[in-house]
């Protein structure tokens, strides 16, 4: 289920959802809905690509690890770790489209921070739009700093069309249905078929290549 902003407290798959691109500089978004509250595992596929499964020990609702639920990932890959994977439905300003806004958990703290004084962000009476900078800090990849430009996130009503869109929009936890665990497991046991399956072909080619 997901969580209104006042709930929440900002801690501890493959689809067809179009995500927000996150970019260099200003970024400009209104959130709307809930929030939805999970972790996920990255685990390894085909071609050497990282697959998002759920961690099934964390629950949605009370945004803690209760282990209810069999968590099959640590028997499948013991190395894993699950990770901070919050969402919530935005109105990207750029382009007028709804898209899933993967959160960055030092860009949420901000805006939990900036909700206390300026109200629910995803209101769409009083909420404001969510503005800040994206600012690379060196060569790697997670090298970069997300800053909330408290000072520009104004109220602002919704106008007639970003209404319309908001009330179209399918809420973020029917985006991202949590899965049971049989249905985990079934999925990492194709997944570690398929990469079996593929190191050994590689393996043939190889021989193949060394003959």
């Known amino acids: ?14 689809s067809s959802v179009e995500s927000y691109e996150y970019k260099d500089g200003e970024n400009v978004v209104r959130l709307i809905g809930g929030v939805l509250p999970r ?19 964390f629950s949605r609702d009370k945004e803690k690890f209760d282990n209810l639920e069999k968590d099959w990932v640590p028997e499948f890959h013991p190395d894993l770790k699950c990770s901070w994977s919050y969402a919530v439905n935005c109105i990207d300003a750029k ?11 030092k860009l949420f703290e901000q805006i939990i ?7 629910d962000p995803t209101d769409p009476e009083t909420g404001w739009d969510v503005v800040f ?31 319309e869109l908001a009330a179209k929009a399918l809420p973020i936890d029917e985006k991202y249905p949590r899965s049971n665990p049989d249905e985990i497991k079934a999925l990492l046991e194709k997944l570690q078929a398929s990469v079996d399956e593929e190191n050994s072909q590689s393996e043939q080619e190889a021989v193949k290549e060394l003959g």
Do not use: H
């Open 1 to 14: 289920m997901a969580l209104s902003f006042k709930q929440t407290k900002g801690r501890a798959q493959k």
């Open 39 to 57: 972790y996920v595992y990255w685990v390894k596929g085909t071609n050497n690509k990282d697959i998002p499964v759920e961690c099934l020990a």
């Open 95 to 105: 382009d007028g489209k709804v898209k899933v806004l993967n959160l960055k958990k």
């Open 113 to 119: 921070t900036a909700a206390e004084d300026l109200g």
């Open 133 to 163: 900078k994206r600012v690379k800090t060196g060569p790697l990849t997670y090298n970069v700093e997300y800053t909330l430009q408290v000072l520009r996130c104004k109220p602002r009503a919704l106008n007639a069309q970003e209404i």
